[in-house]
Nanobody, 124 residues
Framework: QVQLVESGGGSVQAGGSLRLSCVAPGRTLSSYTMAWFRQAPGKGREFVAASYWISDSTDYAASVKGRFTISRDASKRTLFLQMSNLNVDDTAKYYC?????????????????WGLGTQVTVSS
């Protein structure tokens, strides 16, 4: 079982930036393909970005490409989501997800482990 813990959410004005973090206490994330998803009130879960476990390959939803960056620290213990030029449509609860040695995928059902999420609120 892999526990994922997100942090870094908060409230920010449109145009601002936030950096989300995700860790799995007591273990590295080096053998996991990782992703960020989000869910806004009254809407379904939405893919945001993914990071392949064995290379620097990444994937982004069109709505965030060029504004968000997914990355890992050198120790492979922390996953980040750097979010810039935020707008009100980015308001959602953001979730970290992991799948063991799998390809990157945009489908939530392909990920085995999930965190409890961190709230991001963007005001105009």
């Amino acid at each position: 079982q892999v526990q994922l813990v997100e942090s870094g959410g908060g409230s920010v004005q449109a145009g601002g930036s936030l950096r989300l973090s995700c860790v799995a206490p007591g273990r590295t994330l080096s053998s996991y393909t990782m992703a960020w998803f989000r869910q806004a009130p009254g809407k379904g879960r939405e893919f945001v970005a993914a990071s392949y476990w064995i290379s620097d390959s990444t994937d982004y939803a069109a709505s965030v490409k060029g504004r968000f960056t997914i990355s890992r620290d050198a120790s492979k213990r922390t996953l980040f989501l750097q979010m810039s030029n935020l707008n009100v449509d980015d308001t959602a609860k953001y979730y970290c997800a992991a799948r063991d040695r799998g390809l990157t995928t945009r489908y939530g059902q392909d990920y085995t482990y999930w965190g409890l999420g961190t709230q991001v609120t963007v005001s105009s």
